[in-house]
T-cell receptor, first 110, second 117 residues
Framework: LAKTTQPISMDSYEGQEVNITCSHNNIATNDYITWYQQFPSQGPRFIIQ???TKVTNEVASLFIPADRKSSTLSLPRVSLSDTAVYYCLVGGNAGNMLTFGGGTRLMVKP | GAGVSQSPSNKVTEKGKDVELRCDPI?????LYWYRQSLGQGLEFLIY????????KSGLPSDRFSAERTGGSVSTLTIQRTQQEDSAVYLC???????????????FGPGTRLTVL
């Protein structure tokens, strides 16, 4: 099971772009990279998933370099409501995404 | 159309009592997960069910913890002889891994906050 490493916390200001990088040096060939967002008193919520290069949806972008040993979640123009904990997971087949780790606590300030 | 639901939302119990936590997954989802989250911490995997396969119980912290999934749908997590260190939020998630590779997105319920006095 691929282990992930993320910064414990990050601070930003409203309107800025935020990039959170996750390291996953022992990612397997079949593994995908998935990011979740968790607000206080709620369960985590799926944000984005990718395998390689770049994925973009209405919420975020995910950048994955060619070696896939890391990935960067990019949140454009954050607002106060983006204050949350962001988790990076690596896996793909059923049952492999079992280790969430500590996540990155993002604080967006006015 | 409904998401994952859990009950109760809050449970306060006395040390030594047994508790049962319920999870109703999204209809049609074959995979079901239980996690535990202590205050300010990440998620700790407890147990995983997939279809009719034997559950992956590798995350259960002790034999006081058990879970079952009836009819491939509803799941119950049971904690016997609760201890104060069992106090946490217990989260359930379901997914539909048979949809294809890399699509094992987990959908989480709101959790049950367990407080053991």
């Amino acid at each position: 099971l691929a282990k992930t490493t993320q910064p414990i916390s990050m601070d930003s200001y409203e309107g800025q772009e935020v990039n959170i990088t996750c390291s996953h040096n022992n990612i397997a060939t079949n593994d995908y990279i998935t990011w979740y967002q968790q607000f206080p008193s709620q369960g985590p919520r799926f944000i984005i998933q990718g395998y390689k290069t770049k994925v973009t949806n209405e919420v975020a972008s995910l950048f994955i370099p060619a070696d896939r040993k890391s990935s960067t979640l990019s949140l454009p123009r954050v607002s106060l409501s983006d204050t949350a904990v962001y988790y990076c997971l690596v896996g793909g087949n059923a049952g492999n995404m079992l280790t969430f780790g500590g996540g990155t606590r993002l604080m967006v300030k006015p | 159309g409904a998401g994952v639901s859990q009950s109760p939302s809050n449970k306060v119990t006395e040390k030594g009592k047994d508790v049962e936590l319920r999870c109703d997954p999204i209809s049609g989802h074959t995979a079901l997960y239980w996690y535990r989250q202590s205050l300010g911490q990440g998620l700790e995997f407890l147990i995983y069910f997939q279809g009719n396969s034997a559950p992956d119980k590798s995350g259960l912290p002790s034999d006081r913890f058990s879970a079952e999934r009836t009819g491939g749908s509803v799941s119950t997590l049971t904690i016997q002889r609760t201890q104060q260190e069992d106090s946490a939020v217990y989260l359930c998630a379901s997914s539909d891994p048979l949809r294809g590779r890399g699509t094992d997105t987990q959908y989480f319920g709101p959790g049950t906050r367990l407080t053991v006095l």
